[in-house]
């Protein structure tokens, strides 16, 4: 049955998917893990059979969107069973009543961050989500895409101003490093848990200069694995330079004072860094867009992706949901504390057919 599926599609692609949608109806829910991931190896890393949509450009990306996050992460935990979970990322949707101010899960950030990262970095993946993540709206690519770390074997590190980053970055300092989102500096060995990797990083020094790289067990304190490199990304999904905070923070200061606002707003501390990030300052994601407009992550994609959509009916009535939801809320909260309206946090103006390559799987 999978080898049926996937011969359509092929055929779909070469011949008419670059204009019209592609429906399946009876691709059982138990097959769909190993349809996806032989669709990922067959249609992007076998180079010879690699498919190309809009422009003839070769396809990267599967992104697969799903009515709700318990069948989202069923799929991503099936998924990797059959594919290396390096091709397999995860974008859920955060948790939390629109318009609190909460903080989020930092593994559920972690998974975000390493998702957005890959797709601007053009790295071919199987990406999973939500109708409601996928249609909630993020920052901008342009304020995203600078913000991590490369380290390599014989780079030359200015202490002072790398720990200053982490800071930034949203990682906290510790004598231990245990949880992702810590680390530590003891002598010449730095280690750090990005909130993207599964194991924790040591870096040895031998003055200034990097010596090794390798992964490490947390409690047995054993090397895992040694590295060329290790890119660090931000343990908070939104990162602001001094400057972009202190213009945020100029607007949002211009507001009406009836309002209440975040209470980091009046804490002058956080102007004296470099950096700052969402996962120190909570409700920072909620409010940065008066003065930087979010985006749909649609506009993250460098190429055209291969959509595919199941339960389209649960889908629409799941956007429909969030929309409601939102008008809700913020009919509550607009007369009480800052907010910023519907319009400006949902992607209102996406469809489902939006997108030129994409696949309905009705049964799923």
């Known amino acids: 049955m999978i080898e049926y599926y996937l011969k359509s599609i092929f055929n779909e692609i070469n011949g008419y998917l670059k204009t019209i949608p592609i429906s399946f109806y009876n691709l059982p829910q138990s097959s769909w893990a190993i349809f996806l991931s032989s669709l990922f190896k067959e249609g992007i890393l076998n180079q010879k059979l690699r498919l190309k949509l809009q422009n003839n450009h070769p396809l990267n990306f599967i992104l697969v969107v799903l009515p709700n996050q318990n069948l989202a992460k069923q799929l991503y935990e099936e998924i990797v069973l059959f594919l290396n979970k390096d091709y397999v990322f995860f974008f859920g949707e955060l948790d939390g009543i629109p318009y609190e101010w909460t903080p989020h899960d930092l593994n559920l950030i972690g998974k975000r961050i390493k998702t957005l990262h890959a797709i601007l970095n053009h790295k071919p993946g199987v990406i999973i989500t939500t109708i409601r993540a996928f249609s909630k709206k993020i920052i901008d690519p342009k304020l995203f895409q600078n913000h991590f770390i490369n380290l390599r074997i014989g780079d030359q590190v200015n202490f002072k101003n790398l720990l200053e980053q982490f ?79 202190l213009k945020l923070k100029q607007t949002l200061l211009k507001l009406p004072e009836n309002l209440r606002k975040p209470d980091w707003l009046h804490e002058e501390v956080y102007e004296l860094y470099s950096f700052v990030n969402s996962r120190e300052l909570i409700g920072l994601m909620d409010v940065v867009g008066f003065e930087f407009p979010l985006t749909s992550i649609r506009h993250y994609f460098p190429s055209v992706p291969l959509i595919i959509y199941a339960r389209e009916e649960q889908l629409i009535k799941q956007k429909e949901s969030l929309q409601k939801e939102y008008e809700f809320q913020y009919k509550i909260h607009k007369n009480e504390k800052i907010s910023l309206p519907p319009q400006d946090l949902i992607d209102y103006d996406y469809h489902l057919s939006d997108f030129k390559h994409h696949i309905f799987i009705h049964n799923l």
């Open 167 to 245: 800071h930034g970055f949203g990682y906290k300092q510790v004598s231990k490093v245990e949880d992702p989102g810590e680390f530590s500096l003891k002598g010449e060995i730095l280690d750090i848990f990005p909130l993207h990797m599964d194991n924790p990083i040591r870096i040895d020094f031998f003055d200034i200069e990097i010596e090794s790289i390798r992964s490490f067990d947390p409690e047995t304190q054993k090397s895992i694995k040694l590295l060329n490199d290790v890119i660090i990304l931000p343990a908070g999904e939104v990162v602001l330079t001094k400057e972009q905070f």
